[in-house]
């Protein structure tokens, strides 16, 4: 019997992140979704307006022994500017913040390590949000495996694309 972990983060539009990350060895489960903030349930439409409180992320459910959780949060760390408060590209607002919500000291710790060594790649600070996990809110199904139900779609083409290339450059011994 497999033990999973969970990890729950997010950098800027949701559909970026788990298109990245579904690519990789060891992933069970992913899930985009909202998490971070005040509201119960909230819909797309809602969170979109910034005033819910919550981020969009993914939550992944992998396999620590294919991949640990360090591989993983250092190539969300390195798949996305987690330099720039509330907003990757074009997206901007609280909702597109750099959030990791770890979901125990062991995590948060990693985290941290992750936080020290890619620093040093990027020219500003590292402003990725690090909290506890609280909560976890599924986004409607026409959120979810976006990328590999759209890849003709225009924002897939310009922005999804390039990190997926990026991915398998850096990464190719991680990937499935």
């Known amino acids: 019997m497999v033990n999973l972990s969970v990890a729950t983060f997010g950098g800027g539009c949701f559909w970026c992140i788990e298109a990245v990350i579904q690519r990789l060895k060891g992933i069970a489960t992913l899930?985009?979704?909202?998490?971070?903030?005040?509201?119960?349930?909230?819909?797309?439409?809602?969170?979109?307006?910034?005033?819910?409180?919550?981020?969009?992320?993914?939550?992944?459910?992998?396999?620590?022994?294919?991949?640990?959780?360090?591989?993983?949060?250092?190539?969300?760390?390195?798949?996305?500017d987690p330099t720039t408060l509330n907003r990757q590209g074009a997206d901007s607002g609280t909702q597109y913040r750099s959030i990791i919500l770890y979901h125990d000291e062991t995590q948060k710790e990693i985290?941290?390590?992750?936080?020290?060594?890619?620093?040093?790649?990027?020219?500003?600070?590292?402003?990725?949000?690090l909290k506890p996990f609280e909560v976890f809110y599924n986004a409607e199904d026409d959120h979810q495996n976006y990328y590999n139900n759209n890849q003709d779609a225009r924002y897939?083409?310009?922005?999804?694309?390039?990190?997926?290339?990026?991915?398998?450059?850096?990464?190719?011994?991680?990937?499935?």
């Open 111 to 129: 985290a941290e390590e992750v936080f020290k060594e890619v620093t040093p790649l990027y020219e500003d600070a590292v402003v990725t949000e």
């Open 156 to 176: 897939c083409q310009i922005v999804i694309d390039p990190k997926i290339q990026k991915l398998k450059k850096r990464y190719a011994d991680k990937l499935a």
């Open 31 to 80: 899930k985009s979704g909202f998490s971070g903030g005040f509201i119960k349930n909230p819909p797309y439409r809602e969170v979109c307006t910034g005033r819910t409180g919550h981020a969009e992320v993914i939550q992944v459910s992998f396999n620590p022994d294919i991949i640990s959780y360090h591989d993983l949060i250092l190539i969300f760390m390195t798949s996305h």
